[in-house]
Every structure is written in C-alpha cells, then in structure tokens.
C-alpha cells in the first residue's frame, strides 16, 4: 500500500507564500517523476510541475518564476514553494507521483488528498 500526504496549505494575501509538501510512504521501490496539479472550482486539474528523479523539471507558464518544485529522493517527498501568490492561484493543490511498488515491474500513478490554498485579502 501506497500514500501521499500533502501538508503546508492555508490562507495568504496576495503577494505573499506558501510551501507545500507532500512525502509518499509505504511498499516503494522507486519514485519517478512527482508533480503537483490544482483545481479551481467548476475547473479541471491542470498540471502546476513536475520534477524527475533526475531533477529535471517543468512548469506551467502561469506558474513560471513564481513557483518552484524541489524534492528530496531520501525521504520521497516532493516540494512546492509558491511565491508572489494572486488571487488567481487559489485552488486544492494534489501532488501525484509515479510510484513502482516492490514486487512489482510497473509505476502506478498515485494521488495525494489534496491541500486548499487560499488567496484573498
């Protein structure tokens, strides 16, 4: 059994910042690529990034230079710094990553239970 768990959402004022975390525990073997989504309300989830177990990474161009996602391999967790937050960036943000389960051959896609993040003055 597999788990994400997202931690680090609140209430902030525009222009101000969060960070979000989100560390996968259990039967792993390896992690590949972990990322963040959102969603709005009445919306789809859109990708915010991603980042390999290399290290490379890729983000949306309404998040570019705002945001940056960073993890840690040792403790299979993702990160997200989110800086210069609009109003516009509120949404549950999931994390996902591309978890291959021991005894296993292939990744599957896990989900986190996803974090509110708020931005209102």
């Known amino acids: 059994q597999v788990q994400l768990v997202e931690s680090g959402g609140g209430l902030v004022q525009p222009g101000g910042f969060l960070r979000l975390s989100c560390a996968a525990s259990?039967?792993?073997?390896?992690?590949?690529?972990m990322g963040w989504y959102r969603q709005a309300p009445g919306k789809q989830r859109d990708l915010v990034a991603t980042i390999t177990s290399g290290g490379n990474t890729n983000y949306a161009d309404s998040v570019k230079g705002r945001f940056t996602i960073s993890r840690d391999n040792a403790k299979n967790t993702v990160y997200l710094q989110l800086n210069s937050l609009k109003p516009e960036d509120t949404a549950v943000y999931y994390c996902?990553?591309?978890?291959?389960?021991?005894?296993?051959?292939?990744?599957?896609?896990?989900w986190g239970q996803g974090t509110q993040v708020t931005v209102s003055s």
């Open positions: 996902n990553a591309e978890i291959v389960r021991y005894s296993s051959t292939n990744y599957q896609r896990y």
């Open positions: 259990g039967s792993i073997f390896r992690v590949y690529t």
